[in-house]
């Protein structure tokens, strides 16, 4: 029974990138060993990197097909949920997974996300690194720290329901994610957070899988002062507004 409806649903997974050049390939590859008998897309949303990201993407787009890897390019940074929402409008899935592009977010979780929707008939299955299972590797522990914090100050604050309100690990029905992302304001790295509380709002059936988070493994973070900024003012935001 599961076998039959995972062959009926189709999964659009959006990356967003951003000088992703040394890692959107194995990113690919590991998707497609990872789900041999998946119907699903890779939506790539590529904010005009300037290391090459988009020919390596055009490279791949010849090896597994233009209809497989989808190369939806902005001109410029234009905010991490803008890019969700530009990617939402080329996905032909009924399932949308966004994830990161730095392998950070490795591809050999996205079976349980999809398993756990089947079993439970979730709207959202989120990763989360804050249960039994689920870690961080490569992380100081300053960085751990203020992860952490991050999230106990938010689930003090909004009472989501999840334990990991800042991944940006997850599974959605297409039309919920249509549904909640209308509704939001945030850009950045504060996008992730006010997606899962308003879905909470709205009272939409939301399941957890653990994952382990591993840094980059090419490249440089893009999290610095100004999100962490821009993370409490969102989270004010988000207290006055839920």
């Known amino acids: ?39 699903f897309e890779m939506i790539i949303v590529d904010d005009g990197s300037p290391d090459g990201t988009q020919d390596v993407v055009k490279k791949l787009q010849e090896m597994y097909g233009e209809d497989r890897i989808l190369l939806r390019a902005r001109p410029k940074k234009l905010g991490l949920g803008t890019a969700y929402v530009h990617g939402l409008k080329h996905a032909s899935g009924n399932f949308v997974v966004i994830m ?28 989360t690194r804050y249960v039994k299972d689920g870690g961080v590797h490569g992380w100081n522990l300053k960085r751990k720290l203020t992860s952490r914090g991050a999230n106990v100050l938010a689930q003090t604050l909004l009472w989501p329901g999840v ?40 009272g939409f059936h939301i399941e957890e899988v653990p994952i382990t988070f591993v840094d980059r493994v090419y490249g440089s973070s893009k999290l610095g002062g100004s999100e962490i900024v821009e993370y409490l003012k969102g989270l004010m935001y988000l207290l006055v507004t839920t």
Do not use: W
């Open 1 to 39: 029974m599961e076998e039959q409806q995972q062959k009926k649903n189709k999964y659009s997974i959006i990356v967003p990138t951003y000088n992703e050049r040394l890692n959107i390939a194995l990113l690919v590859y590991l998707v497609f060993k990872h789900l041999p008998d998946v119907d």
């Open 163 to 202: 334990s990991d309100l800042t991944g940006s690990f997850r599974l959605y029905r297409k039309s919920v994610l249509e549904d909640v992302i209308s509704t939001c304001v945030s850009k950045g790295y504060v996008f992730q957070m006010e997606i899962i509380v308003r879905a909470s709002r709205k």
């Open 100 to 127: 990161d592009a730095d392998l950070s977010h490795h591809p050999k979780y996205l079976p349980s996300f999809i398993k756990k929707q089947m079993e439970t008939g979730a709207s959202i299955v989120t990763g």
